[in-house]
């Protein structure tokens, strides 16, 4: 039994064929980092204010920010301040004083 040959039958046109090149797009141009937004206003947050949930959610952002940076020059400033400011938040949240307990009158 003879096999019918694939390209006798295809209409594809593999010579008409072109490789896909995204388009060239500016640093300014480019859509917005939600992540490493909230990664820095975390970061503060859980430093100044001493909050362990805003010091993780921070560290939780920035490992999103990096592992969807774009841009290194410019995003990796950026993400490596809100990096410190969570790992500087948990260190004095857990390893600080005590902070004074409020008082019932």
């Known amino acids: 039994?003879?096999?019918?040959?694939?390209?006798?039958?295809?209409?594809?046109?593999?010579?008409?064929?072109?490789?896909?090149?995204?388009?060239a797009v500016a640093p300014q141009?480019?859509?917005?980092?939600?992540?490493?937004?909230?990664?820095?206003?975390?970061?503060?947050?859980?430093?100044?204010?001493?909050?362990?949930?805003?010091?993780?959610?921070?560290?939780?952002?920035?490992v999103q920010a990096i592992s969807n940076m774009k841009n290194f020059e410019n995003d990796f400033k950026q993400i490596s301040m809100a990096m410190m400011f969570g790992i500087m938040g948990l260190v004095a949240t857990y390893l600080g004083p005590a902070r004074p307990a409020k008082t019932q009158s």
Not at 3 to 23: F, G, L, M, W
Not at 35 to 54: D, P
Not at 55 to 61: E, H, N, P, R, T
């Open 1 to 23: 039994m003879k096999e019918p040959s694939a390209s006798a039958s295809d209409p594809r046109q593999p010579a008409a064929a072109k490789v896909y090149v995204p388009p």
């Open 29 to 62: 141009d480019m859509p917005f980092d939600y992540s490493g937004f909230f990664a820095v206003i975390f970061g503060v947050a859980g430093f100044m204010l001493r909050y362990k949930i805003c010091s993780w959610l921070a560290i939780i952002f920035s």
